[in-house]
C-alpha cells in the first residue's frame, strides 16, 4: 500500500465538503438530484469553525494526486463523568474510501489514524454511525454496540 495518507487543513475545504455531500447521500441512499445546498453551506461553515478551534481531525488519503479516501473526528465536550473526568468526547465521521479502492485497508489505516488523534488529546471514549458496509471495519477494530444511549429525532 503505498498511498499517501495526511492531515486535512483549511486549504482543503472543498475536498471535504464535496466528500461529506458524497458520504451524506450514500448512507442515506439519496439521488445526485436531492438538494444539498444547505448541507454544503452548513459543512462548509463547520468545518471553518473545527479548524480554528481544533475541534476536527480529519484524514485525507492520495493515491499520487488523486483523492481516494477520507476520515475524520470531530471533538465535543459533556460534563464530566466518573468514566470520562475530562469530558471530552469523539465522534467519527465521514469515513470514505472510492471503490475502486476499497478492500485495500485504507479504511482501516485512516481510522487507526484518528484513533490514535484521539489517544494523544487524552479521549477516552470515541463513538460513530456505522452503515451496513462499514460497520465489520469497526467490529474488526473493536468497536461495540451501545446499549444505553437514546436519541430523540424530529423532522424539520
Request: charged content about 25%; some cysteine; proline content about 3%.
Amino acid at each position: 500500500m503505498d498511498f499517501n495518507f495526511r492531515k486535512a487543513t483549511i486549504e482543503d475545504i472543498d475536498i471535504l465538503v464535496s466528500t461529506r455531500v458524497e458520504v451524506l447521500r450514500a448512507a442515506n441512499k439519496l439521488n445526485q438530484d436531492t438538494p444539498m445546498s444547505k448541507v454544503e453551506l452548513e459543512t462548509r461553515n463547520y468545518y471553518e469553525s473545527a479548524f480554528l478551534n481544533g475541534d476536527i481531525t480529519s484524514i485525507l488519503v492520495f493515491d499520487g494526486d488523486k483523492f481516494i479516501g477520507s476520515g475524520a473526528v470531530s471533538y465535543y465536550r459533556i460534563m464530566p463523568t466518573y468514566h470520562n473526568p475530562s469530558g471530552i468526547k469523539a465522534y467519527i465521521v465521514n469515513m470514505y474510501t472510492n471503490p475502486d479502492y476499497r478492500r485495500q485497508g485504507i479504511a482501516y489505516k485512516t481510522l487507526d489514524m484518528l484513533i490514535e488523534d484521539c489517544k494523544s488529546k487524552g479521549v477516552t471514549s470515541i463513538s460513530l454511525e456505522a452503515t451496513e458496509m462499514g460497520r465489520p471495519l469497526y467490529e474488526k477494530y473493536g468497536f461495540i454496540k451501545m446499549n444505553d444511549e437514546m436519541e430523540f429525532i424530529w423532522e424539520i
